[in-house]
């Protein structure tokens, strides 16, 4: 059966600036290029993993019709459209509203599950009768990243259409959606070093939309290839925007910065104001992995690594073969121990642009 309208349950609220009604927001697939994902929660805490995952059809349950035999109507759900858009025509497949309340989406295997998590489920949805991917996340408010991540909008960022706030028990991220498998997942597949122009190619992808983030005043704060989106015609994608801050939002100080903490620069384990190289450190820890085709600090307790980060000054091991060359001298300088030594990413697309096609550096960046 359908939900349409506000997620989940009825007379949401919208979290978000006002913006066009839906007949006036301009078609994100207009350009019939569905090539988007999402990201979901594997673990238990707040340095879970995120990976992303793809149904092998991408309606394995009816999406509109009539309900199954035996499951009762829920009314289609409508709302004001006056003023601001408040998720009108947006669709997912769910049981009745209160066996939601009861038990959640995970229960019922039915649904056309993307991801599930600690802190959400993720549903294939549809806006137009395109599909989208849409988090549901119980017992919290949308978070202020998801919020921030609704105005982004570059190629190799996963697009966040709406956040509606429903009230105390649920709200919903409606997201950009294609097939596709995150970026560890391809590293888990190729178990070992990516092709040098493979490298080269998301690398600067990555940079270029980290540039753009921090450009609009936004740090992603959880960069890891988890949380990056492999699409069908071979681009990155970044998401998952829940870690997100301002970079004048006082909660990027100490405990307000989280992520993942073998890619976490060793100023947030010191309590000290998250900037935007924040970010610049978890990208050269990302490109050491797709060098090494290895998992950084893959054995050790979170305790540990931020021990061997802080006080040590060390990073994950081993080194990277000689003939990373010059990538080596790049991820050193990403992942330095102090923020003001590491470059912003503009500094980091000139260096890059001393790369060819192949992957190959054909000057010195620096």
């Known amino acids: 059966m359908i939900i349409s309208g506000r997620s989940i349950l009825p007379r949401p609220s919208l979290l978000v600036t006002p ?43 009816r999406l509109d019709g009539e309900p199954p035999p035996g499951v009762p109507r829920t009314p289609v759900i409508t709302g004001p459209r006056r003023g601001s858009w408040t998720g009108a025509g947006l669709k997912f497949d769910t049981p009745e509203r209160t066996e939601v309340e009861e038990h959640g989406l995970d229960s019922h295997p039915d649904v056309p599950v993307l991801g599930r998590g600690a802190f959400g489920t993720v549903v294939l949805g549809r806006r137009r009768e395109r599909p989208v991917a849409v988090k549901v996340v119980r017992g919290r408010p949308p978070s202020a990243g998801d919020l921030l991540a609704r105005r982004l909008r570059h190629p190799h960022l996963v697009a966040v259409y709406g956040v509606y706030g429903v009230n105390a028990a649920f709200s919903t991220v409606e997201m950009e959606y294609c097939g596709g498998a995150s970026l560890q997942a391809l590293l888990d597949a190729a ?18 939309a980290l540039a753009y983030c921090h450009g609009e005043g936004v740090i992603h704060l959880d960069l890891k290839p988890a949380n990056v989106i492999v699409t069908r015609a071979g681009d990155l994608k970044l998401g998952d925007f829940g870690s997100a801050r301002s970079v004048d939002d006082p909660e990027a100080r100490g405990s307000g910065a989280r992520g993942t903490v073998p890619y976490m620069a060793p100023e947030l ?11 610049v450190y978890a990208l050269g820890v990302c490109t050491w992995q797709l060098l090494s085709g290895r998992r950084p600090f893959a054995s050790l307790q979170p305790e540990t690594v931020i021990y061997i980060v802080v006080a040590l ?54």
């Open 269 to 279: 384990f010191r309590g000290e104001c998250a900037t935007c190289r924040a970010d």
């Open 313 to 366: 000054r060390r990073r994950p091991e081993p080194q990277l073969a000689a003939a990373a060359g010059r990538w080596q001298c790049v991820v050193q300088r990403c992942w330095a121990q102090e923020a003001r030594s590491r470059p912003n990413a503009e500094q980091l697309e000139r260096w890059l642009l001393a790369l060819d096609g192949d992957g190959v550096w054909i000057r010195d960046p620096f």
């Open 191 to 208: 178990d070992g070093p990516l092709p040098a122009a493979d490298v080269a190619r998301f690398v600067t992808q990555l940079v270029s």
């Open 19 to 61: 913006g066009s009604p839906p007949d006036e927001i301009p078609d994100p697939f207009a350009s019939g290029d569905v090539r988007s994902a999402t990201c979901h929660k594997t673990d238990e805490d707040d340095s879970a993993t995120y990976t992303a995952a793809s149904p092998a059809s991408p309606a394995p349950v």
